[in-house]
């Protein structure tokens, strides 16, 4: 049972755990770190919880590009026109990227577990406050200032959306580097019932780790092809420039302590 750890132990266990970051790093707070295992017996059940409701215009799809820990599809969010209500929500917030984290085999990748069961694949679909801020920059460390919906992909039959994605990827294999990607549906990354998800308070699951975002779990995964999964493998953390390349796969953060949490169901 993972206990409410220490600063230090809880940078220690990062560090340790994850070659990704070397440095150690002194959260906010931290006792309310992402990701998590989602117990399903100990989940609440709450009726008031909504629908999820997004509204995304394909038109605010800017680019997609490598920023050494994943890849990031970044929306135009100068103005209200993809944006997610409802869920747990009470405020209207704007879609400004998606990524996702993957692991070195089918085996394991996504940040969150359910009962501790690991999917080789999370989405996350990012949004910030756009009632309460102004822009992403200043919700990142203010109160209720982002929800990502979190959305686990199992290897399965080939996700056709998904493809025009897999297809922009080997443009942008080195960290840093970008290409105009458009017209994009974030909504076809969905599952098919959005009503069943659970909820908690955490934080961002790399740096700044900020403890300012309303977590959205879907219950209802979507299906990836294994040569779909692969080209995300394909990417490097490193840049064009450094001699030691290095793949980019396993850039999940280990599960954090629950420190006395909650997390809610919006089902039975
Ligand atoms: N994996 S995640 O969904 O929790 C996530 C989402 C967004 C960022 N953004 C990090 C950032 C950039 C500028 C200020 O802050 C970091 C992590
Ligand atoms: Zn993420």
Not at 45 to 61: G, I, N, R
Request: net charge negative; with cysteine; proline share 5%.
């Amino acid at each position: 049972e993972m206990d409410c750890v220490s600063r230090k132990e809880a940078a220690q266990r990062t560090m340790k755990l994850h070659p990704m970051w070397q440095q150690p790093i002194a959260v906010p707070g931290g006792h309310c770190q992402s990701p998590i295992d989602i117990v399903v017996r100990k989940s609440v059940f709450d009726s008031a919880l909504k629908p999820l409701a997004t509204d995304y215009d394909p038109e605010t799809c800017q680019q997609i590009w490598n920023n050494g820990y994943s890849f990031l599809v970044e929306y135009d969010d100068s103005a209200d026109k993809s944006t997610l209500k409802g869920g747990p929500l009470q405020d209207q917030f704007r879609l400004c990227q998606f990524h996702f984290h993957w692991g070195e085999s089918n085996a394991w990748g996504s940040e969150h577990t359910v009962d501790r069961r690991l999917f080789p694949a999370e989405l996350h679909l990012v949004h910030w406050n756009s009632d309460k801020y102004s822009l992403f920059e200043e919700a990142v460390s203010g109160d209720n200032g982002l929800a990502v919906i979190g959305v686990f992909l199992k290897v399965g039959k080939r996700h056709e959306g998904l493809q025009k994605l897999v297809d922009a990827l080997p443009a942008i294999r080195h960290k840093g580097s970008v290409v105009e990607f458009t017209r994009f549906d974030p909504a076809c990354l969905l599952p098919s019932n959005t009503e069943d998800y659970w909820t908690y308070h955490g934080s961002l699951t790399t740096p700044p780790l900020t403890e300012s975002v309303t977590w959205i779990v879907m219950k209802q995964h979507i299906e990836v092809s294994h040569d779909q999964l692969a080209v995300f493998r394909s990417l490097l953390f490193t840049s064009a420039e450094e001699e030691v390349q290095k793949s980019m796969v396993n850039n999940f953060r280990v599960q954090q302590p629950l420190c006395g949490r909650t997390v809610r169901s919006s089902f039975t």
